[in-house]
């Protein structure tokens, strides 16, 4: 069984394996990546459009430091395109394990495995913003003060959902 809402979450379940997974959406990742080719004009107009005869004065150096500057607020926009972030908690109830896992193309894939023993509490974390809604995330508490959290979604109703369902396979009797 999958389900799937709008904020690019997938909730599955099968074969005592529950899967939570969060993606960046593609619409997030292509709007990143057209909003990094903004700043590439400012190095156009002030490097080549200016046709400079001497690079040695104080204009230039100005203008050579402020094009670099957009050059690097492009470079981390695309690099937020490209390196777009997935998180993925698995229940295993068989094995009693929580495996938590981060990936992104251009880091290598990260995951943590706790036991259900280790596992202290599972909450629903509220984000409030000083403007529009609030939103929510996943938190799990692990002994030795670490936690895992998962990207926030506007939808309460969701992450109470999903955080119940969490509860019920690593503290509940029966799954």
Known sequence: MVKENKEQMKFSEANEILEINFAMPASTRLLLAIFGLFPLITPYELLYVIKWTDWRNTPFFFAAIISVGALAISALLF??????????????????????????????????????????HIDVVTHTWSDGPDSYSLEVFVKYGRRFSTTSIKSQEDIERYVARVRQYVFGASV
Do not use: K, N
Not at 81 to 108: D, F, K
């Open 79 to 120: 690099y937020c395109a490209v390196a777009g972030l997935e998180q993925t908690i698995s229940v295993h109830a068989l094995s009693r394990t929580l495996i938590y896992t981060r990936r992104a193309p251009i880091y290598p894939t990260r995951s943590v495995t706790v036991s259900f023993d280790a596992v202290q």
